[in-house]
């Protein structure tokens, strides 16, 4: 089993940035990829950005490429998202997640086995 919690989330204003981690526990001796999902109010969650283990590959979902970067620290167990030029429409909750016994990260919900609590993070306008 391995536990991830995200933190970094909070309100800021459009144009700014913030910087999500998302600390594991647990069985991290384990090699695992690692994506970033997020959730709006009334809307399926999506998924944002991945990276694999050895955090040499990542990937993007279109609406964020260009803005946001995933990276990792496996010597702390932690996964970051770095966002900037936040806009209003990237107000969601973000969710930390990893697939079990993958090394390559997914764009699909469905690939991950374990997930954070989420963190929430608005853009104001």
């Known amino acids: 089993q391995v536990q991830l919690v995200e933190s970094g989330g909070g309100l800021v204003q459009a144009g700014g940035s913030l910087r999500l981690s998302c600390a594991a526990s647990g069985r991290t001796s384990t090699y695992y990829a690692a994506g970033w999902f997020r959730q709006a109010p009334g809307k399926e969650r999506e998924f944002v950005a991945g990276?694999?283990?050895?955090?040499?590959?990542?990937i993007y979902a279109d609406s964020v490429k260009g803005r946001f970067t995933i990276s990792r620290d496996n010597a702390k167990n932690t996964v970051y998202l770095q966002m900037n030029s936040l806009k209003p429409e990237d107000t969601a909750v973000y969710y930390c997640a990893a697939p079990s016994g993958s090394y390559v990260a997914s764009r699909g919900l469905k690939e991950y086995d374990y997930w954070g609590q989420g963190t929430q993070v608005t853009v104001s306008s």
């Open positions: 990276i694999s283990w050895s955090g040499g590959s990542t």
